[in-house]
């Protein structure tokens, strides 16, 4: 059965710019159906990362009373990221900085490796089509169905599948933004709440914003947000270079094109077998163009054909451009035939993994990862926060003395309960006293930390009558723990008038 002629492609004028206008109207474009190995790696590749997306919120982690069990929580509330064993305070961002770099960097090193591998398999929007085009297929039908379909009048039956279509992109789209706001709260907690109209605001603000993008971009722009809103294409040319595993069409095997029992011509029937399952509509028998997510679903359909027409598979593979260039230097003296597919094949070359490129890549991620490795493994568990009083920055005692005031915040990363003495290194004449805190044996004040947070202390530095004191004196506050070990000491000003 022959194909179908889309809509647009009827009518040529459609897709052509009118004079003095930069708008030309989209070609929709009806991926067929495919089977292959690269086929089956893309819905592994799929199920994993939609069942992680959906599932992780779920997960449960034991942390202790009075602290959140999930697993994975970005909780916005307390300021904390929980992972797992792992919690993050808002202070030490430069964690999530050091996971951006690392993965930035990843995505350079894999590009410069195996091409475009993150549009074509694990990029959200790479995932998210694939299972509403699945969806379409399964209401609508493949490639040629569809086609019919759009071209028929709007007919109850037309109706009953397009409306079926987009109800269930409409529940995956649901489901994708409900399990977003998950992360952000306790997902067991939200969601009756979330059911029952109680959630906040925000809640339900997100879970449309989630909805209404996974809605438009997986179900309606498709290959639009990788040709024209996505600009990982424009610059991701720079990380390729020749030895850069990429989506390939051998030329040299396939070329001149013909009929399949015509003689004198190369493998490449024309059945444009290639271009019907493209998601994005290209041929890739043009070479290497922008809209080329690498997907490699071009690869299964023409084994397939090279299959059932009794030729060796790969003409179109994955392929550095250094190897096309080698097999087709030994092929191109020879006519097309077995035995240029054979000196072709012959003369391929494998990959370079070892490249000044990948070593940059390796470097600066090993970098990185011991940056960060280094910075946890020093991590503080304790931390003091000394915030002076600036209205008014000092106050005159009856007496003739002088006061600042200061606030303390006390963090404890850790899950029990610490107490410290804290003592205040500056010059003589200064004494310290700290509201509702009590005094160990030596009359110092003692802190208490609360377990996993913050506790605020009021501090008075006070300055003796008579005191001769310049008008800015460096002090200093500093916790000792029951060993008189000093866990931690943080520097501040103590102000006075002119002498």
Request: hydrophobic share 45%; aromatic share 10%; glycine share 10%.
């Amino acid at each position: 059965m022959g194909e179908v002629t889309s809509p647009d492609r009827m009518k040529p004028e459609a897709a052509q710019a009118a004079p003095g206008s930069l708008y030309a109207s989209r070609q929709k474009v009806y991926p067929k159906a495919v089977t292959g190995r690269v086929r089956t790696a893309k819905w592994l590749i799929l199920a994993l990362c939609l069942g992680l997306y959906y599932t992780v919120p779920l997960l449960r982690w034991d942390r202790g009373p009075d602290l959140p069990d999930q697993a994975v929580l970005v909780d916005i509330a307390n300021g904390r990221l929980f992972f797992f064993f792992i919690e993050i305070w808002p202070q030490e961002v430069y964690y999530l900085t050091g996971l951006l770099v690392l993965a930035a960097i990843g995505l350079f090193a894999a590009t410069s490796l195996f091409g475009r591998v993150w549009c074509g398999f694990a990029c959200p929007q790479t995932v998210w089509t694939d299972l509403f085009m699945q969806v379409e297929r399964w209401i609508q039908g493949d490639r040629n169905a569809r086609m019919k379909l759009d071209l028929q009048p709007w007919t109850g039956e037309w109706l009953r599948r397009k409306l079926l279509t987009h109800a269930v992109w409409l529940g995956i789209a649901m489901a994708t933004g409900g399990a977003w706001v998950m992360y952000f709260n306790d997902a067991l907690a939200m969601t009756p709440r979330f059911f029952t109209g109680q959630a906040s605001l925000e809640v339900y603000v997100f879970f449309g914003l989630f909805t209404a993008t996974t809605y438009l971009l997986a179900g309606w722009a498709r290959e639009q947000v990788c040709t024209y809103m996505c600009p990982w294409p424009r610059f991701q040319a720079a990380m390729l270079d020749e030895n850069s595993l990429v989506v390939t069409y051998r030329a040299w095997r396939g070329e001149p094109r013909g009929k399949a029992k015509e003689a004198g011509h190369g493998d490449c029937v024309d059945c444009r077998a290639c271009v019907h399952v493209c998601p994005t509509g290209i041929d890739i028998r043009d070479g290497q163009q922008l809209e080329c997510i690498g997907c490699g679903l071009c690869i299964d359909a023409c084994d397939d054909v090279m299959g059932r027409l009794g030729r060796p598979r790969g003409l179109i593979a994955f392929e550095t451009l250094t190897s096309l260039a080698a097999s087709e230097a030994a092929a191109k003296p020879l006519p097309p035939g077995p035995q240029r597919q054979a000196c072709g094949m012959q003369a391929r070359r494998p990959q370079k993994l070892v490249r000044p490129r990948t070593l940059i890549y390796a470097g600066v991620l090993a970098l990185v990862v011991a940056v960060m490795g280094g910075a946890w493994a020093l991590r503080e568990t304790t931390s003091l926060a000394v915030l002076r009083d600036r209205a008014p920055i000092f106050v005159r005692l009856s007496d003739g003395g002088v006061r600042n005031a200061y606030t303390l915040k006390l963090g404890d990363k850790t899950r029990g309960v610490e107490s410290y003495a804290l003592l205040l290194d500056g010059p003589a004449g200064l004494a310290l006293s700290v509201q509702d805190a009590g005094r160990d044996a030596q009359g110092r004040p003692v802190l208490a930390t609360r377990p996993d947070g913050i506790t605020q202390w009021r501090a008075l530095v006070t300055a003796a009558p008579g005191a001769r004191l310049p008008e800015s004196v460096p002090v200093a506050f500093r916790l000792v723990d029951g060993q008189g070990r000093t866990a931690i000491r943080t520097s501040s000003v103590f102000l006075g008038p002119k002498p």
